[in-house]
């Protein structure tokens, strides 16, 4: 009989977006020592998942075990533009260190860190090798911001011939759905709708639902659950994003989502393209001035 796993809820909390919940529960007896690592791991990943960079910092000291340093990497990266070159400096020294190099947590930070870097091809040096369903998850996301949905349904069947019930193979495969696009919009739509119906609603499961809900034409069902999404965290990002764009199509007002969005992720995507689009437009003005 197998083991039973004691991080099951604390994994499946991290994944669905319910860090506070991960942090909260993460107090767990008898664990062995290589759990009690992922424990802390999961717990410091939700603490920068919710934006607590410096706490991370400050907790991991330099005795801790590879896949600690490697997340408190990680916060390092995210808390400061300054910090990101000798991040990436020392990412690197480690990855190529015989010793720990192959350590599957610092794999996947070095994943989420060149994906942020939009370095894809470098990501994916220290992701595709696989190992657990975290690396494989993140293929997925990799080679769908590729624009790879072959490759990225590739590593799903892999997942899907692991565990096709595990959190992650179904998230995978509604990211997969949302990508590919007509029909597969429903079906994603059942995904999230089983997650909201299984565990605690979050701002991660309701934007899957209101961006499913954008892609059948659904906006005022996608407003609302948006607004849901904003009453949870006035900060996220992607819930910031989603109003934006879900307002424009519903003809209402989407500046103020967007100077939140500019003020709290200056970095993200919809930011940088509302910049250049407004880069472009005072170009064209001052040519027919």
């Known amino acids: 009989m197998a083991a039973p796993d004691h991080l099951f809820s604390l994994r499946n909390n991290f994944y669905l977006g319910a860090y506070q919940a991960a942090i909260n529960n993460s107090d767990l007896p008898n664990l062995s020592p290589d759990d009690a690592v992922e424990r802390d791991c999961l717990v410091y990943r939700s603490y920068i998942a919710l934006g607590s960079y410096q706490l991370v910092i400050n907790e991991i000291d330099n005795s801790a075990a ?52 939009e370095d894809y091809n470098e990501a994916l040096k220290h992701t595709n090798a696989g190992g657990t369903m975290e690396l494989h998850a993140l293929n997925v996301q990799i080679f769908l911001k590729m624009h790879r949905s072959d490759y990225a349904e590739k590593q799903l069947r892999y997942m899907q011939q692991i565990d096709e019930d595990h959190t992650l193979t179904q998230l995978a495969n509604a990211w997969l759905n949302l990508a590919v696009g007509g029909s597969k919009i429903q079906e994603a739509y059942l995904i999230f709708q089983d997650f ?36 949870k965290d006035a900060k996220d990002p992607e819930t910031l994003a989603d109003l934006v764009v879900c307002s424009l199509h519903l003809g209402k ?10 003020l709290s992720h200056p970095d993200h995507m919809l930011v940088k393209r509302a910049s250049s689009a407004e880069e472009n437009f005072e170009r064209a003005v001052q040519s027919v001035a």
């Open 66 to 117: 590879t896949p600690l340093q490697a997340v408190k990497l990680l916060a390092l990266y995210l808390s400061s533009p300054a910090n990101k070159e000798s991040t990436i400096s020392s990412l690197k020294e480690w990855l190529a260190d015989s010793a720990i190099g192959n350590n599957a947590i610092l794999r996947l930070i070095a994943g989420t860190i060149f994906m942020h870097e």
């Open 196 to 231: 909201s119906e299984k565990y605690p609603m979050t701002s991660l499961i309701l934007n899957g639902k209101a961006v499913c809900c954008m892609h059948m034409g659904n906006f005022d069902e996608a407003e609302t659950l948006l607004l849901e999404a904003l009453n």
């Open 253 to 262: 007002p989407s500046s103020r989502y967007l100077s939140q969005l500019k």
